[in-house]
Nanobody, 124 residues
Framework: QVQLVQSGGGLVQAGGSLRLSCAAS????????MGWFRQAPGNEREFVAA????????YYADSVKGRFTIFRDSAKNTVDLQMNSLKPEDTAVYYC?????????????????WGQGTQVTVSS
């Protein structure tokens, strides 16, 4: 089992920045990747970014490419999502997730463990 605990998020004006953190505990050695997803009311959960554990490859949704960065913070032992140039359409509940099997990093159905979710609201 892997437990994921999220922190960060909140309210910010358009153009501002926020940073989300995801701390993992438990049987973390089996992870193939960590991902961030988001879900706005009435919408399906959508892919934001993923970090492959072996090799460090990263993947991003087109809507956030160039504005968001997923990275491993070794000092804090977390996987963080730095969000810059935020837009009102980025407003959603954000979830971190861990998957055991490699591949299909943008498909939320392939992830095995989930954080509790955190609200990000961007005002115009």
């Amino acid at each position: 089992q892997v437990q994921l605990v999220q922190s960060g998020g909140g309210l910010v004006q358009a153009g501002g920045s926020l940073r989300l953190s995801c701390a993992a505990s438990g049987r973390t050695f089996g992870r193939s990747a960590m991902g961030w997803f988001r879900q706005a009311p009435g919408n399906e959960r959508e892919f934001v970014a993923a970090l492959v554990w072996s090799g460090g490859s990263t993947y991003y949704a087109d809507s956030v490419k160039g504005r968001f960065t997923i990275f491993r913070d070794s000092a804090k032992n977390t996987v963080d999502l730095q969000m810059n140039s935020l837009k009102p359409e980025d407003t959603a509940v954000y979830y971190c997730a861990a998957k055991l099997i490699s591949g299909y990093y943008s498909d939320y159905r392939t992830y095995d463990y989930w954080g509790q979710g955190t609200q990000v609201t961007v005002s115009s």
